[in-house]
């Protein structure tokens, strides 16, 4: 079982938020949030698998949030937003969660990304995470350092690191790298450990930098 936090600030999302997940088999939505301070209360209190998480809401805000949440490991998050690519969803990814949706993603999706982020993979689909990852490289300080230890990879996490720039999910790196998904997620969990990273976006971004620069 599935468990979920939803964190918004309008009662009307949640619980529409809440009736499309309670419908699907093998999700259980523990709890909701109208703010980002409850939001990591709540998380800390419940241990979610995954928190739903609006940007911006009064108080102590998404990203806040997000940071707090991660850097405990207390859960995974994913992001809900108006909008595909704004400064917030950036942050918000700077921060460690694992992807984003857009509120008006269809229910099916939503569960599907719900899914996938408990299971370990991020959400976004190649080519958004790809835009993603050029926005950030084009309004990166450029003086910003890179707290990166490439040379502590092994050749095979290498390898995963630039599927990871790709955006693949688990079993598509299994396929290619023709190991199986276990492996995979073994070696992703190592990549992040040695950069310092705390999700799939973190490290594909890291892997795009790398190879630009």
Do not use: W
């Not at 619980?15 to 209360?41: C, N, Q």
């Not at 490439?150 to 290619?176: H, K, M, P, Y």
């Not at 190991?179 to 997620?185: F, L, N, R």
Request: net charge negative.
């Amino acid at each position: 079982m599935i468990r979920v936090l939803i964190a918004d600030d309008h009662g009307a999302i949640r619980a529409g938020l809440r009736m499309i997940l309670e419908t699907s088999d093998g999700i259980e939505v523990v709890g909701e949030a109208a703010d980002g301070d409850i939001a990591v209360a709540q998380a800390k209190a419940l241990r979610p698998d995954v928190v739903l998480m609006d940007v911006r809401m009064p108080g102590v805000d998404g990203i806040t949030a997000t940071g707090r949440i991660t850097a405990d490991g207390l859960a995974s998050v994913l992001i809900l937003t108006t909008f595909d690519l704004d400064e917030y969803v950036f942050r918000t990814l700077r921060a460690g969660a694992s992807g984003f949706v857009l509120k008006s993603v269809s229910g099916q999706a939503l569960v599907e990304a719900v899914r996938a982020v408990a299971a370990g993979d991020g959400v976004l689909a190649p080519e958004v995470t790809a835009a993603v990852i050029n926005a950030f490289a084009a309004t990166s300080a450029a003086n910003e350092p890179a707290p990166v230890a490439f040379a502590d990879l092994t050749d095979r996490e290498r390898e995963v690191l630039d599927c990871l720039g790709d955006g693949l999910s688990n079993a598509q790196i299994a396929a290619r790298l023709f190991i199986g998904e276990t492996t995979v997620k073994t070696h992703v969990s190592r990549v992040f450990t040695k950069l310092g990273v705390r999700s799939r976006v973190q490290a594909a971004i890291l892997a795009r930098e790398a190879r630009d620069g």
